[in-house]
């Protein structure tokens, strides 16, 4: 097959694949509202990784999940909304503003993870878990390529 082909077909099947998922997403829908979810299981992966205790600075927050500040702002305050996370200042450096999932957030966050679990679980089995191991190993370099493709972002406007 020639390039312009495979890319074509590549095009297909992410454009595919994100529709797949958006239809995967649906099952957790009632336990997060707007499609909460990912804000969700970023704002608790962001804490474990790089936070302190149960919270992190909102400032880091933007640059670990790789978000701009107002895009993180906008997803926040419809989780403070939803009374699944609050902003609470730091009480080292009342300059910054720490976020932290509520205790409501976190049993949300669990229990549409056990949904999508449980999901994620029967694809794997269907398709094998060594298949999914070496799919995962290639995401993770295609990942790396593309971001070291990404043109270097420039000071001006």
Known sequence: MEDH???????????QMRKTM?????????LCPQGQFFMLERLHYAIVQWGDGDAIPVSSLA????????????SLRR?????????????????????R????GESTRLQAEELLRDYMARVIRRMG??????????????????????PVPTGGT
């Open 5 to 15: 082909q495979s890319i074509s077909e590549l095009f297909q099947l992410l454009w």
């Open 22 to 30: 958006q239809g995967s997403i649906r099952q957790v829908e009632g």
């Open 63 to 74: 640059e670990q999940t790789r978000m701009l500040p107002a895009a993180v702002s906008r």
């Open 79 to 99: 989780l403070e909304d939803a009374g699944l996370a609050e902003r609470i200042p730091d009480p080292e450096d009342h300059r910054r503003v720490l976020v």
């Open 101 to 104: 999932l509520t205790p409501a």
């Open 129 to 150: 878990s060594s298949e999914f191991a070496a799919l995962l190993q290639g995401w993770r370099r295609w990942d790396t390529a593309m971001r070291e493709e990404l």
